[in-house]
């Protein structure tokens, strides 16, 4: 297993603003995942975050909206740019741990973000 | 496309038996079986690959039907700790870990 922390844990920011998302690891992993989850909804992948490459966005989601930067291979940060109160979610970031057969996902705790 | 899932919800007495089932409109090489209550993270359940093996939680049970392009869990004499939502994922062919999470089911056990 792993052990996933996430900074915040929550936040209340105000329009126009950012927030940068911190998801730190116990291990070394190569792949990092970034979602989004919205109230009541179910996981959205924002974008996948391999070490030493740039991160590969799903459809509908932007670089320049959601930076993200994997220095090593036990951190990333994820940064929700100009936010408007529709990025009001629950963020989290996910590991997938195990040889590629058995590739269950770890996720940290998540950070709540409310924008006003 | 997300994977649909049903039912949306259910209530069930302490002891009864659920099944959720998951079901994609694309080609599936495996499904992923999470839990979430609220305000937590969603915690690993069971993974079923292309192929027949599975991996996962001893007291819960799920079949992966490839032709159908379907899954389902099933929960055997429920526990009150087995309230929560449960998400499919699905998955691409070996080596791509990227999952897509499907409708969600909630379940709510009661004494």
């Known amino acids: 297993s792993a052990v996933i922390s996430q900074k915040p844990s929550r936040d209340i920011c105000q329009r126009g603003t950012s927030l940068t998302i911190q998801c730190q690891v116990d291990s070394q992993v190569t792949m990092m995942f970034w979602y989004r989850q919205q109230p009541g909804q179910s996981l959205t992948l924002i974008a996948t975050a391999n070490q030493g490459s740039e991160a590969t966005y799903e459809s509908g989601f932007v670089i320049d909206k959601f930076p993200i930067s994997r220095p090593n291979l036990t951190f990333s940060t994820l940064t929700v740019s100009n936010m408007s109160p529709e990025d009001s979610s629950i963020y989290l970031c996910?590991?997938?741990?195990?040889?590629?057969?058995?590739?269950?996902?770890?996720f940290g705790p998540g950070t709540r973000l409310t924008v006003l | 496309q997300q994977p649909v899932q049903s039912p949306q919800a259910v209530i069930l007495r302490e002891g009864e038996d659920a099944v959720i089932n998951c079901s994609s409109s694309?080609?599936?090489?495996?499904v992923h079986w999470y839990r979430q209550k609220h305000g937590e993270a969603p915690v690993f359940l069971m993974i079923l690959l292309k192929g027949g093996e599975q991996k996962g939680h001893e007291k819960i049970s799920a079949s992966f039907n490839e032709k159908k392009q379907q899954s389902s869990l099933y929960l055997t004499a429920s526990q009150l700790s087995y309230s929560g939502t449960y998400f499919c994922?699905?998955?691409?062919?070996?080596?791509?870990?990227?999952?897509?999470f499907g409708t969600g089911t909630r379940l709510t056990i009661i004494p």
């Open positions: 996910s590991v997938p741990l195990g040889d590629f057969s058995y590739n269950e996902q770890f």
């Open positions: 694309k080609a599936l090489y495996s």
């Open positions: 994922g699905t998955g691409g062919d070996f080596g791509n870990e990227k999952l897509t």
